[in-house]
Nanobody, 114 residues
Framework: VQLQASGGGLVQPGGSLRLSCAAS????????MAWYRQAPGKQRELVAT???????NYADSLKGRFTISRDNAKNTVYLQMDSLKPEDTAVYYC?????????WGQGTQVTVSS
């Protein structure tokens, strides 16, 4: 499985971004997908997960601002991020839980700054 993340960039506080993660390869082996993030000097943390049926879960601190979704026809998972704050600045990673191993995308930088 290969994961290609995109959509990061620089945005002002209060703005929005949508991240995309396109999966390719043995996607039938994926149980669920997720977004993680890692801010400078901090540990990587879970942002949101989504199952193949579209059931989503979020980190408590991000509920209401972030929305994870998927388009199975495009093998793509999205992360809509609204009302962004400077503390959302991080590298965002796409993740896939496979039957035999986990997979990570390359990460996309999100910077929230005025």
């Amino acid at each position: 499985v290969q994961l290609q993340a995109s959509g990061g960039g620089l945005v002002q506080p209060g703005g929005s971004l949508r991240l995309s993660c396109a999966a390719s390869g043995s996607i039938f082996s994926i149980n669920y997908m997720a977004w993680y993030r890692q801010a400078p000097g901090k540990q990587r943390e879970l942002v949101a997960t989504i199952t193949s049926r579209g059931s989503a879960n979020y980190a408590d601190s991000l509920k209401g601002r972030f929305t994870i979704s998927r388009d199975n026809a495009k093998n793509t998972v999205y992360l809509q991020m609204d009302s962004l704050k400077p503390e959302d600045t991080a590298v965002y990673y796409c993740f896939a839980d496979g039957n035999r191993r986990d997979y990570w995308g390359q990460g996309t930088q999100v910077t929230v700054s005025s």
